[in-house]
């Protein structure tokens, strides 16, 4: 009994929950969409976590075809060097019509790093993070999306390490967006 409640604990915490919806409208990404990013808020005790999730999303979202603003690009043109709240409309709306944007993903990494497993186990890696993706024309969000994971071992049985989470959590982040 004890292997099998084991067992059911490592799949759970294994799997990528999230939960994403569909405010107003939908994301309709063609070759012509100009997206921009911003640098994500860090409410984790992670140093710097925001620079990592916001280039995992940065990476993920290039692999579409569309035109990509990243955090840094934004910085740097736009005189914004630190994070912007995901509710700070002024800001947002500011920066849209300076970038000419049709979509703006911002949000903030709630969890990054690595937690006290249960039964035992060593420490394992925790990624969660929420997104929006606004529309340009309206300012309202068009998608939120929160995205956790913890992982105690991969599909091969070893360890996965928090950036491999990162990457993965990231995807199917990718995935809904694409939908």
Do not use: W
């Not at 912007?84 to 970038?99: G, L, P």
């Not at 939120?144 to 950036?163: A, I, P, V």
């Amino acid at each position: 009994m004890k292997k099998l409640m084991i067992f059911f604990v490592i799949v759970l915490i294994s799997s990528c929950s999230y939960d994403t919806h569909f405010t107003k409208g939908k994301v309709v990404i063609s070759k012509k969409s100009k997206i921009g990013i911003l640098l994500f808020s860090n409410l984790s005790t992670y140093p710097n976590a925001e620079f990592l999730v916001t280039d995992s999303i940065t990476t993920s979202l290039s692999k579409l075809p569309l035109t990509l603003i990243d955090s840094g690009s934004i910085a740097k043109y736009y005189n914004i060097y630190r994070s912007v709240s995901y509710n700070d409309i002024e800001k947002i709306k500011t920066i849209s019509e300076k970038a000419d944007l049709d979509y703006l993903v911002a949000g903030y990494v709630e969890e990054f790093g690595y937690r006290q497993a249960v039964f035992g186990y060593n420490e394992a890696p925790v990624v969660s993070f929420t997104v929006y993706v606004y529309n340009m024309d309206t300012i309202r969000p068009v998608f939120q999306g929160t995205y956790t994971k913890s992982n105690l071992k991969n599909s091969s049985g070893e360890e996965d390490g928090l950036f491999n989470l990162l990457e993965e959590v990231s995807e199917c982040f990718l995935k809904d967006l694409a939908k």
